[in-house]
């Protein structure tokens, strides 16, 4: 029942990208439009997702929005276009960078494509809970770094916030341990990071954006597919692949963008102000995230869909090589320490 997404949204991402070039980097609200991302003095800014509208950051994004635009007199506000409208997270990436849209949200590895020191927060086993990965993306002596660490492709990190404890989904299933896996093929984000871990995990790793997945589940491209549960149920995988297994391999992290230029044109006032309203942000975000992960159990069950324990033990075991594989440098070892050492009860 999805959406013949793949061609619209192809002709979407072609008519937006030169409608953004054609303005020079997106319309203006009050203020002036200036060349790359900048503007002064204000601007209705373009912001890109994946996600559907009633997905928690969609949600909180668009609140972020209006919170913005009155707290600056309507000089600040945000177009929030859904549904991957502008494109996929690795064109939008590159349409922020470029300054043709100003924000954009993109999953870890994404950016772990552009600085492989992303990689760390994108590691199985890193995070021992969401409450623990909030703590950790949030805190600006760990990442003050790595958030301005692309500002010279044009891309600054505003922040992340949580993508979810990921479990694997199938259509043929339960998965209760990693040999339950073999030979199925499982949709994973395109890095090498995320390829490896499915491998560890026993399957075989097929890489694509997340919009190709419920038609790609629907045809037999794939078996199955790994994320939390409120992705599962607001792409509507599970109706097609109706068997989850909490094999909690991955916590995953999503990171909003904004172009360089932009952010350093903005006035001293106006970005405190940005600041002020992106700590509003997450502090709604985490309220809406709880209730989507109730809701979206609830709604997965009663179109029954199972819900597996597997051996985890088994399934943490299985992906232990690949920390010490991807961590290859002394800013991504500090990075990881840093993260262990903010481990409630570290
Ligand atoms: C989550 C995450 C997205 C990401 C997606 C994926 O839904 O929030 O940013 O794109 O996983 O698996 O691609």
């Known amino acids: 029942m999805k959406r013949s997404k793949t061609l619209t949204m192809t002709a979407l991402i072609s008519g937006a990208a030169l409608t953004l070039a054609a303005c020079g980097g997106g319309g203006d609200a009050e203020g002036d439009s200036t060349a790359g991302g900048a503007a002064e003095g204000g601007k209705t800014l373009r912001l890109a997702i994946n996600q559907t509208e009633d997905y928690p950051s969609t949600v909180a994004l668009t609140n972020f929005g209006e919170n913005l635009s009155e707290a600056t007199d309507g000089r600040w506000s945000v177009d929030v276009y859904p549904n991957e409208q502008l494109g996929a997270q690795a064109e939008t990436l590159q349409l922020v960078a470029d300054g043709a849209v100003d924000l954009a949200v993109v999953a870890g590895p994404q950016l772990e494509n552009l600085n492989k020191d992303f990689v760390v927060f994108n590691l199985p086993t890193v995070f ?42 199938t259509k043929d299933g339960p998965i209760e341990k990693p040999a339950d896996l073999n030979g199925m093929k499982i949709r994973v984000q395109e890095t090498d990071t995320n390829i490896r871990m499915i491998e560890l995990m026993g399957g075989t790793a097929t890489p694509m954006a997340f919009g190709e997945v419920y038609t790609a589940l629907q045809s037999g491209v794939i078996d199955g597919a790994e994320n939390a549960e409120p992705s599962y149920v607001t792409q509507k995988h599970y109706e097609v692949a109706k068997h989850f297994s909490y094999t909690d391999h991955l916590i995953n992290t999503d990171y909003l963008i904004i172009n360089s230029d932009l952010l350093a044109s903005m006035s001293e006032d106006d970005k405190a102000i940005f600041d002020e309203q992106w700590d509003v942000f997450l502090d709604d975000f985490g309220g809406l995230w709880e209730e989507s992960l109730n809701s979206a159990i609830e709604e997965a069950k009663a179109a029954g869909v199972t819900f597996t324990q597997p051996d985890k033990k088994a399934f943490a075991d299985a992906l232990a090589p690949i920390v010490e594989e991807s961590i290859t440098n002394d800013v991504q070892q500090k990075l990881f320490d840093d993260a262990k050492a903010a481990a409630p009860g570290a």
């Open 128 to 169: 021992e809970s969401v409450e623990h990965e909030t703590a950790v993306i949030n805190d600006p002596e760990i990442t003050k770094d790595l958030y301005s660490s692309l500002e010279d492709k044009g891309i600054s990190v505003v922040g992340g916030f949580t993508a979810g404890m990921r479990g694997v989904y």
